[in-house]
């Protein structure tokens, strides 16, 4: 379990919260997400004096306490999570951000900020490592290669 010290109110309850525990299975569905509001929404916080209540990226990093292992077995539980994952990558337009971009020869992961940067590509079969490698890469956290 994750406990976190920090000023969070449930979003249900306007209830201040000071202990908050995070189950490894909710961190990891909060990090698949690839998206600050939808994780909040999951995890059921909500941060005063941020916009719409959504923590920054630093803020659920130094809270996701998951082994990357961790990620790639639920990963390759959730076919489905791993191609939404894809697919937000593909909508996002905005920058700085982690980027995944499947192209007829590998996938190519990394982060964009004006260009592409620390750029890593995983073969067509390496489908799920790939996607791993992104919501890693997305959080700020340690990446896979």
Known sequence: MLRCNCEAIASKHSKEICNVEFSVKDQLRAAATVWGYQAAQLLGVSMSGKLNGVPDREWF?????FAQSELLDYL???PGVVDAAIESSLNTRGSPSAYIVPNDEDFEVGWFDGARKDVVRYALDKKVEAVTDYVLAFWG???LA
């Not at 990093?61 to 306490?65: G, I, P, V």
């Open 61 to 65: 990093a130094e809270r996701f306490t």
């Open 76 to 78: 390759r539980d959730s």
């Open 141 to 143: 956290l340690q990446r």
